[in-house]
């Protein structure tokens, strides 16, 4: 697995997969990039370059945990640029990966050629995403064998008193089926750095105003892709993310949750291959 050196000495490392043009993906999470797979085929068409954030998966733990906040994070991307060689890069992004990567053509907007956001956190923009809404859209699942339990254990979270069983139960939510593959899925792409996880946000990770700004300017196409029952991510707030962007596409996946390759890889790939063509 190469690897490369991040500014402050920690080694990072990433994956290759396919081949023909690169396209730099950035992991949500934080969490091992293994969980993305070749994004349902999307290695036909582009070489994958997924980079293990720090402290995940293969790539070292820093000396300094501070360095795990979003914003200090957008310099592991650039040296991963400056390593492989590329004047510019299609840039690809999941979920809290979206966060990172707003703030990165903020910080470096002639670097990117294209931006790709799959069902993209939203934190980085300001765009807040309610308990009513993660409700609003849960209810749509109704009809799911597993929605009694899920359900209660939503309302527990969005009230403040949801307990770790509750956050396993809500995970049919992020898929459109809750099958074995899914379930698979699942458990390997739980995040396991849990400082990782509550240092990416900590105070000063985001400057919603600065970055609005930045990329209420950037001039290079975006295509944000959000799944039609997708909780994390609601197709509602993609849709306000996108309108923050002057030359961005929206796509909302019909029958999608939170991981749209595994929902329908053949839409997915289809949808995403055009865009970056």
């Not at 954030?53 to 991307?77: K, M, N, Q």
């Not at 009230?159 to 939510?173: L, Q």
């Amino acid at each position: 697995m190469p690897t490369f050196t991040a500014p402050d000495g920690t080694r990072l490392a990433y994956r290759i997969q396919g081949s023909g043009e690169p396209l730099v993906c950035v992991p949500g999470g934080p969490a091992d990039s293994a969980y993305l797979g070749d994004l349902g085929g999307l290695s036909v068409h582009r070489r994958l370059i997924a980079l293990d954030l720090r402290g995940t998966g293969r790539s070292a733990v820093p000396e300094d945990t501070t360095s795990y906040r979003c914003d200090r994070l957008v310099e592991d991307v650039e040296a991963l640029r400056e390593h492989l060689g590329l004047a510019r890069i299609d840039l690809l992004a999941h979920s809290a990966g979206a966060n990172l990567a707003a703030r990165y053509v903020a910080r470096y907007p002639d670097r990117v050629r294209r931006l790709a956001l799959i069902t993209p956190g939203t934190r980085a923009v300001g765009v807040e995403i309610t308990g009513e809404s993660r409700r609003e859209l849960a209810r749509l699942r109704k009809g799911e064998p597993w929605y009694p339990e899920a359900y209660t254990a939503l309302e527990a979270i969005t009230e403040g008193i949801g307990t770790g069983s509750d956050r396993d139960a809500i995970s049919p939510f992020f898929h459109g089926r809750w099958d074995a593959a899914a379930r698979r899925h699942q458990a390997a792409a739980r995040p396991d750095n849990e400082e990782a996880v509550a240092l990416f946000a900590a105070e000063g990770a985001f400057d919603p105003e600065a970055t609005r700004a930045a990329l209420a300017i950037w001039q290079n196409p975006v295509l944000l892709l959000a799944g039609e029952f997708d909780l994390n991510s609601p197709p509602r707030s993609v849709a306000e993310f996108a309108g923050l962007l002057p030359h961005a596409t929206l796509v909302v996946q019909p029958g999608a949750g939170h991981y749209p390759w595994l929902d329908d890889a053949d839409r997915f790939v289809a949808t995403t291959a055009e865009f970056l063509t």
